[in-house]
């Protein structure tokens, strides 16, 4: 899902509020300078007399004009490099100013994007998300192997198998992940994993642990008041590039809660846009939580991977506490 043109457009004007600021700060340093360098200021004003004057010769057919000009100008150049200096000034103290100087502010070379641009595109996509500290820690950099054994070490090595897998076509195949398995064992985590893999290639992903999304839905959903709130979050839920419904299983399930995960897996489905679940559920709670349409969904449309482990959150624990 490409940004909307308003998501581009507050980015285009972040990059005009920041010409005008670094053209105010360069204005102000050359108001500093004649203030302090009368030498330098009528340096300066040579320069404009002599464009003007150089201007009036080449319109006039002087075939001189143009070489003569660049002669001056090559010379006022310097005498104001030196006239700056001798007023105390740092020699680059009036060249121009740029957050990024690849792109000199504009957010493009060559007509294209600056990586400037990109990276003002990534932390949109991360502050949209709700996963940005999460995904700090949570991400294939810091994965590890070493809290699993035997089964539990194959099943999990499978997991990030698919993960990279999910990873590696998403632009090219519609796929959806349900991890489901006891606490602690590493189900969030690739769900991070993959969030951040998708977010930093400009993919717009969503995360919501399934307590403060329906729970937010459950509120917005009644409020007259916030109908185009809950408006623009059901957009976001269906239209997202992916969704991540974190810890499926903890909120306090109902028949508006089984209801609202249904429409939101159905129209995505229809959307063919990317699901990722996790759930401390087994399949048969599952079942039994929601509906048979919203089980059907997870089993039919979900490449479903089983993890099963230590507790690593508790394990960290004891270590950090013996310590």
């Known amino acids: 899902m490409a940004l909307t043109n308003q998501q581009y457009d507050s980015i285009h004007k972040k990059y005009q509020e920041t010409q005008m600021r670094n053209h105010r700060i360069l204005r102000d340093r050359r108001a500093e300078v004649y203030a302090r360098s009368a030498e330098y200021r009528e340096l300066d004003e040579q320069v404009s007399s002599l464009s003007v004057s150089m201007g009036r010769k080449l319109i006039g057919g002087d075939p001189d004009a143009l070489c003569h000009l660049r ?50 595109i990534t932390d949109l996509l991360y502050e949209q998300s709700n996963i940005k500290s999460l995904v700090q820690t949570e991400n294939f950099d810091s994965l590890s192997y070493s809290f699993y054994q035997g089964d539990d070490l194959l099943r999990f090595r499978n997991a990030v198998e698919t993960c990279h897998n999910f990873v590696n076509n998403f632009n090219s195949d519609y796929h959806n992940l349900f991890f489901y398995g006891m606490v602690g064992t590493g189900k969030s985590f690739l769900s991070g994993c993959v969030a951040k893999e998708l977010l930093d290639k400009g993919n717009m992903v969503l995360y919501f642990s399934s307590i403060s999304l329906f729970e937010t839905l459950s509120k917005i959903s009644f409020d007259f008041k916030a109908k185009e709130e809950f408006n623009h979050l059901m957009e976001d839920l269906y239209h997202c590039d992916l969704l991540i419904i974190d810890d499926l299983g903890t909120e306090l399930t109902n028949a508006f809660v089984s209801s609202q995960l249904f429409s939101i897996l159905n129209e995505r489905h229809i959307r ?52």
């Not at 100013?97 to 641009?117: A, E, H, L, S």
């Not at 401390?280 to 993890?307: A, G, M, P, Q």
């Open 272 to 323: 063919k846009k990317a699901t990722v679940i996790s759930s401390n559920l087994s399949l048969e709670e599952l079942r039994e939580r929601y509906s048979d349409r919203v089980f059907s969904r997870i089993t039919s449309y979900f490449e479903i991977c089983k993890i099963t482990g230590p507790d690593i959150r508790m394990y960290k624990k004891r270590m950090l506490n013996r310590k």
């Open 71 to 120: 002669d001056s100008m090559r010379e006022l150049k310097e005498q104001k490099h030196l006239a700056l200096i001798r007023a105390g000034f740092p020699e680059d103290y009036l060249e121009p100013i740029y957050d990024c100087p690849i792109c000199k502010d504009t957010g493009y070379v060559d007509n294209q994007k600056c990586r400037c641009f990109r990276q003002a």
